[in-house]
């Protein structure tokens, strides 16, 4: 059967956007929309300004006009399918609404490359990460999960309302999973922990752990369970 649903997917702490708008661009004109949220407005700002640049270049360059020429106006109220807004992980939430509907969620995906560098290891990084990073982008708390938990917390929630679909493949994009995934960036140290923690949750299920190129644990991939 037919569907019009977009794949939705959530950048959780998207700082610039690079991911979210890499991902809004690869599938530029096709049913993917991309949410952002991050606790840095100059970052929401600056995120949704790369993605009237790039997202807007690329409609531009299918619709080049006249001689060669192309239209220059990046238009301010457009979203190319890609929005952000600022919000930290765990205020992203309608729980706390008494009944009011603030945010619209249904996310298929959801990834992060949150705050995880534990704070015992602050002073280990080197100058060209330290100078140009914000702090409160790199130090995920004492153990460096302090966001990590935020976003298992709001999982279940983020992902509620999507259906579970053997059998979709209306979407051009891919078809529909079994369960709404989440990719995350986390600390070398991390995988044990991240696993244990989804232990605790009945609807998150620790998929697996995937290497750097540099052979370091750096990748998660978790389940949101539909019962």
């Known amino acids: 059967q037919k569907s019009d649903r977009k794949v939705r997917v959530l950048d959780v702490g998207c700082g610039t956007g690079a991911i979210g708008i890499a991902i809004a661009h690869l599938f530029h004109g096709k049913d993917v929309e991309v949410h952002a949220i991050d606790i840095s407005q100059a970052a929401v700002d600056l995120s949704n300004e790369n ?49 009011e509907i603030m945010y619209d969620f249904g996310f298929d995906v959801v990834i992060s490359n949150p705050p995880y560098i534990p704070s015992k290891d602050m002073k280990t990084l080197t100058s060209d990460v330290v100078d140009f990073e914000d702090y409160g982008a790199l130090c995920g708390g004492d153990d460096g999960l302090d966001v990590v938990r935020d976003i298992l917390q709001r999982l279940p929630e983020w992902c509620e309302g999507v259906e579970k679909n053997n059998n979709d493949t209306s979407s051009s994009v891919c078809p529909m999973r079994l369960n709404p995934i989440c990719w995350m960036e986390v600390d070398t140290s991390h995988f044990a922990l991240i696993e244990e923690l989804t232990k605790k949750e009945d609807t998150i299920e620790f998929i697996q752990g995937v290497k750097d190129f540099g052979g370091l644990d750096r990748f998660v991939q978790l389940a949101i369970i539909k019962k």
């Open 51 to 99: 993605a009237r640049f790039v997202l807007g270049k690329a409609e531009r360059d299918k619709e080049r006009v006249g001689q060669g020429q192309e239209h220059n106006h990046l238009e301010e109220g457009k979203d190319y399918n890609y929005k952000s807004i600022a919000c930290s992980a765990v205020n992203y939430t309608n729980t706390a609404l008494e009944g």
